[in-house]
């Protein structure tokens, strides 16, 4: 990636909250105990159907998925409450989901890049249970439990975090920042605009 990009963007930034080596090592773990918890079953036969929440989940997806070493299958979902906003409008939109039948056949673990107030996956959740998932598990990358307001929680963490503005590694403010390697806490000045 050019540096050069990179710094413009860092430049928004008011801190470093996770690096690059530490979004590693939280990769490393996370993908062990998704290997732990699947491998028995996978191996008594049951599918596993992994199914990532676009957009800000597809770079921790990706770099889960190369160390998850049991059989699965991928799909996306696409979900949004943000659009351009700092903040949720509380109204979740699903765009795009795998087909019915497949969550029907599959154990679903959902992939996120932030549980937040929770609204989003509260609904994604009760989509693929209305829709007969054999079981349904939540990984995510970040968790803001200070904030949460729907009733959900994360079966597999990979960092709690404090209620600050975050972007990179698939984290965006108005689309931007998602190509950060690292995860930043954005400057106010720039989503107070
Ligand atoms: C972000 C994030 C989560 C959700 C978390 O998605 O990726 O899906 O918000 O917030 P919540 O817990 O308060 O619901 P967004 O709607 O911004 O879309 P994006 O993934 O394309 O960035």
Redesign the pocket.
Known sequence: MSQDIIFAQSADLESILISEEELTAICDRIAREINEHYRPLVEAGEPLLVVG?????VVFLADILRRINVPLQIEFLR????GRSST?SGV?AIKHAPAPELIAASHVLVV??????????YKVFSVLREQGAKSVKLCTLLDKPS?RQADISADFVGREIPDAFVVGYG??YADYYRNLPYIGILKPEIYSK
């Open positions: 929440v676009l957009k800000g989940s979900a949004s409450s943000y949720s979740v996120e890049d932030i549980l937040d107030t929770g609204n989003t996956l904030r984290l965006d």
